[in-house]
């Protein structure tokens, strides 16, 4: 949420003449994005993103940012595209740093989503599964069920009880619990895995724009409504469910893609593991990032709370209604 | 130089409510101002600035800064001006902030001006100060000459003195020196008094926008070109000095406004009390703010090292050759 790397105007209109996008005109740091720099870059001809990768994306994993987008794209979803260059590189260095152009998009993001805003993007989700249907590549999960013991393991008992009582325990068992009942055999396709109300642009109640992919990667197409659910249909800080924002999502959702009976069964379980996934990382930069850090840090009980709600709930609860 | 204060869509769009301006489209936190939260905000009619106000702004002068540039903008100076509200209030109350909203204008901001900007901004400088020649608002500047010696006397010595050994003494003496030496009786009139190159938006080597006014105030008019001069006639360490854009920078104000005999004699006493100006404030700010802190620190002997150029020389060196 800061600009981490300066890009002078200077700097910027020397990376531009590589383009065929036109002359700088403005150029704006702006507070957005996981750990990266980002400029709104206005040409005489068009808007851009300019992107910085700071520590948190891997370069390695660009191309395959790159082309999912690409893929995307072609296929007529609301994604912002990567930019050639006139030698056809989308990939380039500034001060030091991997840097991308990409277009830009319109639209804003809510913070407190309607049913209609929800059903509009359990829609844009499936519309995605289903366009990514003939995408080749592959890319494991980083953040999947399997790293997500190592990663409590790292963080410190007397922080996270600290934190709330007995939550280390709690979240101990949790990771054993889902070690066991993690589902398998689910259908695997290209997920977003973040598509929280920030990462959705709205004019109106229409989806204009999907963003930020950099945890996109291969797992259980559940498994990413699962996130969204767990990103939408809760207060911020998890202690209110919205059943209206839920039933809009998922049926929104099913409208366009069906799921088998298998993956509605296992839901309220993909459900738990999303909850904890964002519970881990955000306990871990808790424990590790200074209070008064450029990163603001986010609470990791606001997932604690949604991974009680999911608890007790079964599927029927869920898909009953719709 | 970050979002200190959040703002959704959905309180951006209600603000908007207030207003015939249209409807949101985009809200992008920028990182840009002084210690402000600014955000770019776009409708389906224009682009504006949404600024609230933090603590370093004080709300009982923002009706001073909206007349100043309600004032140049009805004479023709490119400045941005505060919108009103269908009920004539461009003064409003956002997530507990004091906050306007303010016309967008194009341009970037250079890091390292041409002699040709340099003549441009000289020119913009120097038309602005004729276009305040009828505006009859007074208002005492906060970082004027009686202010340097007790902002100094908050600086601790030895911070000072671990930033550069002998700098807490040669800065007291500095303070002494001006006190004694201050010019008086030089023509006074509003002015901008933080004229950076980042306070500029270019189109080209033309001036399309002088931005953040919240420094203005009524000082001499020669302090505000010892301001710009030494804000932009150096590379940012202050150890280079850059002849070819004194020269244009000070061929440009000329070119607009001429200074009488006394000015030009007094300039390198100004150009003393601007870069004292500079030092003192980023020298309180580096010993008062944490490394780690939201802000960044900025290095207080680049202006050391300017103060201690005009020093050695005078006013001949500077007008000789224009």
């Known amino acids: 949420m800061a600009v981490y790397t300066q890009v002078s105007a200077e700097t910027a209109s020397k990376l531009l003449a590589r383009y065929d996008v036109g002359a700088l005109v403005s150029l704006k740091g702006i507070a ?33 940012f790159h082309n999912l987008l690409a893929h995307l794209h072609r296929a ?14 989308w990939l380039q260095d500034v001060n030091g740093k991997k840097a991308c152009l990409i277009e830009f998009l319109p639209g804003i993001s809510v913070s407190e989503p309607t049913a209609a805003q929800a059903e509009a993007v359990g829609k844009s989700l499936a519309r995605m599964h289903v366009a990514v249907a003939d995408f080749a590549e592959a890319k494991p999960n980083p953040l999947g069920q399997s790293s997500w013991k190592p990663l409590f393991e790292r963080c410190d008992a007397t922080a996270a009880d600290g934190l709330q009582p007995g939550l280390y325990n709690d979240v101990a068992g949790e990771c054993d619990w889902l070690e066991t009942n993690w589902p398998e055999g689910l259908p695997l396709t290209a997920v977003h895995t ?12 229409d989806v204009g724009g999907l ?13 990413d409504l699962a ?20 039933t809009a999502l998922i049926a929104g959702y099913l409208s366009v893609l069906k799921l088998t009976a298998e993956e509605k069964r296992a839901f309220p379980v ?18 590790n990032t200074p209070a008064d850090a450029l990163v603001t840090r986010k609470d990791p009980l606001a997932f604690h709370r949604r991974l009680q709600f999911y608890r007790n709930v079964d599927s029927a609860d869920l898909f009953g209604t719709v």
């Open 270 to 287: 993909l459900a738990r593991g999303a909850s904890l996934r964002f519970l881990l990382t955000r306990l871990y930069d808790w424990i």
């Open 76 to 89: 007529g979803s609301p994604v912002p595209r990567f930019i050639d260059d006139r030698n056809g590189h």
């Open 32 to 64: 957005e994005g996981v750990e990266n720099s980002n400029y709104l870059l206005e040409t005489d001809r068009a808007r851009f993103i300019l992107t910085l990768y700071e520590n948190r994306v891997d370069p390695a994993d660009l191309p395959y």
């Open 227 to 246: 996130v969204t659910h767990a990103a939408w249909c809760f207060n911020s800080d998890g202690d209110e469910f919205h059943p209206d924002v839920s």
């Open 194 to 205: 973040d598509l929280f109300p920030d990462n959705v642009l709205f004019r109106g109640d």
């Open 211 to 223: 963003i930020d992919f950099y945890f996109a990667c291969t797992d259980f197409r559940a498994f």
